[in-house]
């Protein structure tokens, strides 16, 4: 469930494929009838073609060795988790579909489809697009700033509500930091039985944590700037309880 705010200034779908295969550290892959998880096994090149290290017995392994060239088909699965804790974490999905091959002691994933699920819904992205694309520059960073803005800076995070629509906080019982891109940050608005997301784009993109560090100031400085709907919210809500 979405709060349709301001989704302007968002990432394209090549890019933000590429981003949550940058942050992922595991992958389960699914080929010739099984599925295995890996931990910390995989690697990106640049055109974002992925290489499994997996261990001598693997049955993948075996798979990919003794088949014809073109073969097994091979489904891997990426999720990108929210590092804040919220409901509904899982904030994307990517499936890369293709055939492995034996390269350089590891097996490189041949791409043929890629997949990226977000709860807008699904998209298919353009193979070229998915090569040529490079990942957030954030993307590296963003879970130790999502974690360090929620349990550092509470009262940051509670500030920049004044930013979104009140009809958009009515029923909120919590705000999180969902993402953060260098396009915009996304909040978490949590209710009793539903939640939903609100973008806050940046007034220019942020090629690094310094520059997010004056995009991030340049938000709270406009909140602060901005009545606070959520205060009167929490206002009526205790008149309501009384």
Known sequence: MGDDQSWAAAPAAAERARSVLAAS?????????GREEFVGAHTVDDDGRVTLRVPED????????CAPRGEPAAVLE????????VRGRIRARLWLAGWFAPEDGGLALHATRVVL?????????????????APDPLAGAEA?????????????????????????????VRVQPLAVDRHGLTLRI?????H???????????????????????????????????????????????
């Open 117 to 133: 699920k977000e709860s807008k819904g699904a998209v298919v992205v353009d193979l070229a697009e998915f090569a040529a694309a």
């Open 78 to 85: 990426f999720a990108d988790v929210a590092p804040v804790p």
């Open 196 to 242: 939903g997301d609100v973008r806050l784009p940046f007034h220019a993109p942020a090629d690094d944590v310094s520059q997010l560090t004056e995009r991030m100031h340049v938000l709270l400085t406009q909140a602060a700037a901005a009545s606070c709907p959520r205060a009167a919210l929490q206002r009526q809500r205790a008149d309501g309880d009384g």
């Open 25 to 33: 550290w595991s992958c389960a892959v699914t080929a010739d009838g």
């Open 144 to 172: 130790h700033l999502l974690t360090h803005l929620a349990d550092a800076h509470p009262e940051a995070v509670e500030r920049l509500t004044r930013l979104v629509r009140s009809d958009s906080l009515h029923g909120a």
């Open 190 to 194: 949590e209710r009793a039985r539903a």
């Open 58 to 65: 693997s049955a993948l392994r075996t798979a990919a060795i």
